[in-house]
């Protein structure tokens, strides 16, 4: 996918002999965008492939990210979890907090990596640190379960709201569930209200329900105040 999105880039952009390319990012896509604008054709992914290998080899930490992703789904390559793993152990060492995310879920799952909690709580610690909203939820989702490491409600509550701000529906959801409760810190009832109507317009359809449960318990000016806090947490990512 990462390879025909670059592609398709250059295809549209009618590019012309002699003519200058710039290109803003150099994420895996962008990464991409050079080979094809030299004159790549799809027939020469296999070649593309080989010029992120070599980046890779050399130490660069996006290249490696994005050979572990082309292993651990077998695009280009044979499908292998311990060679993605090995690729995102080696871009997570030098900061990547995708590769971390990654490397995280395969100790977790003891796919192409040994099953160790402990392990992947640590690797997303350090992209949760890093500000990867996806690590952000599942950093405080081992620490709210005791996962990994001992259970801290309070330090769970302050990553699921990081991550709950960064969008994640799931996040969203089990903020508003520890305010509810109480846990990790005081109860908040209407800014718990507000993470549920915010989760279910997120398309978390857990949260419908407890927007239900929560909204019978609030006094009408507090779930109108609830519903102006999710509005504005709405425009304003937007």
Do not use: C
């Not at 592609?7 to 200058?20: K, L, T």
């Amino acid at each position: 996918e990462t390879l025909g999105i670059g592609h398709h880039a250059v295809s549209r952009a009618q590019i012309e002999p002699g003519e200058h390319v710039l290109v803003i990012g150099a994420g895996p896509i962008g990464l991409t965008v050079p080979a094809f604008a030299q004159g790549a054709a799809p027939a020469d992914y296999g070649a593309t492939m080989g010029w992120y290998r070599d980046a890779a080899e050399k130490g660069d930490p996006e290249a490696q990210f994005l050979m572990g992703v082309r292993h651990e789904q077998g695009l280009l390559v044979d499908q292998d979890d311990a060679e993605a793993a090995h690729w995102y152990r080696a871009a997570a060492e030098q900061g990547h907090r995708e590769a971390a995310f990654k490397l995280g879920v395969m100790h977790q799952l003891g796919r192409g990596a040994a099953r160790d909690e402990t392990e992947a709580r640590r690797w997303y610690e350090a992209a949760a640190r890093a500000g990867f909203p996806p690590a952000q939820y599942n950093f405080g989702l081992m620490l709210d379960q005791g996962l990994g490491g001992p259970a801290d409600k309070s330090a769970a509550r302050q990553w699921y709201e990081a991550a709950a701000a960064g969008g994640l529906g799931p996040a969203q959801f089990a903020l508003g569930l520890l305010l509810a409760r109480g846990e990790g810190g005081p109860a908040d009832p209407l800014h718990a209200y507000m993470w549920f109507l915010i989760a279910a317009e997120s398309g978390e359809g857990k949260a419908t329900g407890a927007v239900g449960v929560l909204a019978d318990r609030l006094s009408e000016s507090q779930r109108k105040k609830g519903e102006i806090l999710a509005r504005q947490f709405a425009d304003m990512a937007r």
